[in-house]
T-cell receptor, first 114, second 113 residues
Framework: GAGVSQSPSNKVTEKGKDVELRCDPISGHTALYWYRQSLGQGLEFLIYFQGNSAPDKSGLPSDRFSAERTGGSVSTLTIQRTQQEDSAVYLC????????????FGPGTRLTVL | QQQVKQSPQSLIVQKGGISIINCAYENTAFDYFPWYQQFPGKGPALLIAIRPDVSEKKEGRFTISFNKSAKQFSLHIMDSQPGDSATYFCAASSATTGGQFYFGTGTSLTVIP
């Protein structure tokens, strides 16, 4: 079946603009994660969803970042008033449940803030 | 605070050689340790994983060695091939900590033909 998809694949925006990044998880996967990967860096956890609720928002770097998930499926990560330090690849992953299950990653959205 | 420490940051190995990447953790509640492989422009993909009830797990040329007392685990790639050139991430997780995956900072592996 289809894997995790993300859109857009690339996004270039100007400093101060808002951006929305979309993630379509694998059908039936209840857990959804967002990560940020800066150039040459590891995976920085941002937020986790179980169904439509987000019990763990501990990784969101500031109040400019928010995310929602609707219908237990599609998730949107919104970054308001983008800054140059927000430039990174944003990865989405889904899994059947949270612990002990393989996370399937999407290809990521490369965000560049000019 | 980095929950999982990974080394080396980069590694260059000759074709046919053994690649070894090491990870260390502090939280003794972790009980699931996966390794992910990432090629440029792609998302990470699960390579192999281990639970602490065994000291070693082998899948083809890839082996995880786990030392519970030392709180360390490592990935060994035998007979390394140019196609293995990628970034490798270790991770740790536990249901008792909410199941969040803590990733290492990654190792960029280059296998020279």
């Amino acid at each position: 079946g289809a894997g995790v998809s993300q859109s857009p694949s690339n996004k270039v925006t100007e400093k101060g603009k808002d951006v929305e990044l979309r993630c379509d998880p694998i059908s039936g996967h209840t857990a959804l994660y967002w990560y940020r990967q800066s150039l040459g860096q590891g995976l920085e956890f941002l937020i986790y969803f179980q169904g439509n609720s987000a019990p763990d928002k501990s990784g969101l770097p500031s109040d400019r970042f928010s995310a929602e998930r609707t219908g237990g499926s599609v998730s949107t990560l919104t970054i308001q008033r983008t800054q140059q330090e927000d430039s990174a690849v944003y990865l989405c992953a889904s899994s059947l449940r949270r612990a002990y299950n393989e996370q399937f990653f999407g290809p990521g959205t490369r965000l560049t803030v000019l | 605070q980095q929950q999982v420490k990974q080394s080396p940051q980069s590694l260059i190995v000759q074709k046919g050689g053994i690649s070894i990447i090491n990870c260390a953790y502090e939280n003794t509640a972790f009980d699931y340790f996966p390794w992910y492989q990432q090629f440029p422009g792609k998302g990470p993909a699960l390579l192999i994983a281990i639970r602490p009830d065994v000291s070693e797990k082998k899948e083809g040329r890839f082996t995880i060695s786990f030392n519970k007392s030392a709180k360390q685990f490592s990935l060994h790639i035998m007979d390394s091939q140019p196609g293995d050139s990628a970034t490798y991430f270790c991770a740790a997780s536990s249901a008792t900590t909410g199941g969040q995956f803590y990733f290492g900072t990654g190792t960029s592996l280059t296998v020279i033909p």
